[in-house]
């Protein structure tokens, strides 16, 4: 049994509760691939206006958790008070998150200064499975990390970190998205895509099991449109997309629909 198509819709910090209950009505009435996974992100605002609202089948993510369950976190949520607010899924990992807030490849410790980094991701990744979500992780290289031929190591690098605190994979979904490529128009070749995400796929298999390689769904992310998702869904490697921007548009349908 093959990989089921999964497309994720990430709206970022983006969109007011007329503007998302606009594409909550657009996704409700299009006719969507039935073989296909669908899940939205909305801003945290938002989460239950879209769980209230989406038609069955189509199911809805945090943008982010903390990895602590309660405690004095101003401004945070945990995995706990997502799950208990009829939220199945959560992104970790997302390249803008760890450039921006700086959740990058530092060393965890105890300060939030030093918890920053890939171990930190894997923690938060950790607390949702633990939670009972189900986590798209986020993983990518830089152009300057891409210029250097070093997208393979980092890549491997952010997955290793999580695979030191996971064991089981089967509620993971993995989102490649080389970080030159998010939001600038410019988007890898399919053969890049498939490159990394065939090198993916063997570092599962090799690092955490045959079976985890076989059964895990790697999406492709970083400006996918409805003009580039069809070829990309044909390579072997390539189980779907995280959408950004165009998850805001009409033509999140077609992207939707691009393994038909």
């Not at 190591?153 to 998010?182: C, F, M, R």
């Not at 069809?230 to 997309?241: N, P, S, V, Y």
């Not at 995280?242 to 349908?253: D, N, Q, R, T, W």
Request: proline share 2%; with cysteine; hydrophobic share 40%.
């Amino acid at each position: 049994m093959g990989r089921q198509f999964f497309v994720g819709g990430n709206f970022k910090m983006n969109g007011t509760i007329k503007s998302i209950t606009s594409i909550i009505e657009n996704l409700n009435t299009a006719k969507l691939d039935e073989k296909t996974e669908v899940v939205i992100a909305p801003p945290a605002l938002y989460l239950l206006l879209a769980r209230e609202h989406l038609r069955e089948g189509i199911e809805v993510a945090a943008q982010n958790i903390f990895d602590k369950p309660n405690g004095a976190f101003t401004g945070e949520v945990s995995a706990e008070q997502i799950r208990d607010s009829g939220i199945g899924w959560v992104l970790a990992g997302h390249s803008e998150r760890r450039v921006i807030l700086g959740e990058d490849d530092k060393v965890s410790g105890v300060s939030m200064k030093k918890r920053r980094g890939s171990a930190f991701v894997a923690s938060k990744t950790k607390a949702a499975l633990d939670s009972g979500l189900s986590v798209i992780l986020c993983v990518g290289e830089t152009l300057e990390q891409r210029e250097a031929d070093r997208t393979i190591e980092v890549v491997t690098h952010q997955l290793q970190a999580v695979a030191n605190t996971v064991d089981d994979w089967s509620k993971i979904v993995i989102a490649y998205e080389p970080v030159w490529a998010i939001g600038t128009g410019k988007v890898a070749t399919t053969a890049q895509a498939q490159e990394v995400h065939a090198a993916i796929r063997h570092w599962l298999s090799s690092k955490v099991s045959p079976e985890a390689a076989a059964a895990t769904r790697i999406l492709y992310g970083g400006s996918v449109s409805e003009k580039n998702c069809r070829e990309l869904a044909k390579q072997d490697d390539i189980d779907g997309f995280l959408v950004g921007g165009a998850s805001l548009k009409p033509a999140f349908v077609d992207i939707i629909n691009s393994h038909l």
